[in-house]
Every structure is written in C-alpha cells, then in structure tokens.
C-alpha cells in the first residue's frame, strides 16, 4: 500500500508539473502575440499613403532603412523598392532631405553608399542626401536619427510588414514620425520575414523599455544642413 500511494503521489506531481508548464507555455505564447498585437494597432494611424505623406508640415525628412544588397553591391529589390517611394515623396517635397541608414561596418559592405548613389541617379542633389553610416539595426537608425541628426519629426519608408515596429520605435524614443509602405511587389522568403518580425516587435517593445545607446553616436550633423558632411572623405 505504501509503494502505491508513494507511486500515486508521484504520478500526481508529475501531472501537476507538466500542468504548470503547459500554463506557462501558454502564458508565453499569449504574451508574444499580445505584445506583437500591441505594437501594430498603436501605431497603425500613422501609416499613411505618398499623397497624405506628402500634405505633413515641417517633415525634418525622409528616412529610408536599409535591408541588404546585391552581389554587385546594388541595392535588393526590397531596398530598391525603399528608396524609389522614398525618392517619389522627396519629388513630392513631403520632407526636404532624405536620410539613408544602413550597415556600412565594413570596408566592403556598404549599403548607405549605394543607397545614395540610387537617389542621386534619380535626381536627387548630393547635398539633399544623408549617409547614416552605423543604422545596424531598426532601433539604432532611429535612436541615430534623433541624437545625431536632430530629426524631430519624419516620415519612415520600408515594406508594411516592418514598419509598425520601425513607427512605434519612433514613438518610444520621442519622434514624431509617420510611415508610408513600399510594396509594389511581392517577394519571396516572406512569411518567413512576418513570423520573424512577430519576435522583432517583441524584442523591440523590451528594448524600447530599456532604451540602450546604439554601437556608435557622435557629433551631431543636423538634417537640416548639407548631406556631404555625411560622405566618407567628411567623416572623421
């Protein structure tokens, strides 16, 4: 008899424990997707299409984030799609200055470099285009675009499926941004893209709690100013 109540208390244990687990599994599970819902619907208001975008007053600029380049070092075709709205809402004078933020840690990889080599093949003026060189990430073009180019208030440009978290990003750190999507296109790998972009979201809402300084800061070089100051040979 004692073998058997001591075999039926551990069974319930067992059963209990494995209760607890399936709680906080399912406790995690609710919190991932309530934050990730969270996210969106708080900054949903602020995407806007090109012709509202381009009806905003007193926009510091456009900011157009970086995602990856070709081979020969030409922009993605997600990138490409970036900067061609991003360059139609400058032509729409939404803002007058763009600002470019990419990974360009590396000698040879540069995306901000290409990113405005893009724009000024479409007409826009050296001058006009800002380089953030250390946009490693979404947070850190937007934490750099405060602190080291002073931006107050701008319009955000990259694919719908990125730009909640890039809006609300914004809205943690005190800017006053809104957002147009640039999906004139489907593209492949991306339901992979918006099941990893349900964890970013998470990771951003915590990161926005703690608020950390990016890999790099600096002087700051207002967007108001003239986009050279931005180009290798100017930088220190």
């Known amino acids: 008899m004692r073998r058997e109540a001591r075999e039926n208390k551990r069974k319930l244990l067992i059963r209990r424990l494995l209760f ?24 949903q208001d602020r995407i806007l299409t090109e ?16 995602c990856g380049l070709e081979a020969d070092g030409s922009p993605s075709p997600m990138l490409h799609d970036r900067l061609q709205q991003g360059v139609a809402l400058y032509q729409k004078e939404a803002a007058p200055k763009l600002l470019v933020s990419g990974d360009h840690g590396r000698e040879e990889y540069d995306e901000v470099n290409a990113m405005k080599r893009f724009a000024e093949e479409q007409g826009v003026p050296s001058e006009d285009v800002f380089m953030d060189h250390a ?58 893209r918006d099941l990893r972009e349900i964890l970013a979201r998470d990771k951003d809402f915590l990161t926005c709690i703690l608020k950390p300084k990016p890999t790099y800061l600096g002087k700051a070089i207002p967007v108001n100013g003239n986009g050279n100051l931005t180009n290798d040979g100017n930088l220190e």
């Open 135 to 192: 946009g490693f990430s979404t947070y850190e073009s937007v934490y750099r675009a405060r602190d080291i180019f002073q931006v107050r208030r701008m319009v955000i440009v990259t694919q719908e499926y990125h730009l909640s978290r890039a809006l609300y990003i914004a809205k943690r750190l005190g800017i006053e941004a809104w957002g147009v999507p640039a999906d004139p296109r489907t593209y492949s790998g991306q339901t992979a």
């Open 51 to 66: 012709e509202q975008a381009a009806e905003l007053e007193e926009i510091d600029c456009v900011l157009v984030l970086g």
């Open 20 to 43: 607890g687990l399936i709680l906080l599994f399912a406790a995690g599970i609710g919190a991932v997707f309530g934050v990730n819902t969270y996210v969106q619907a708080s900054v």
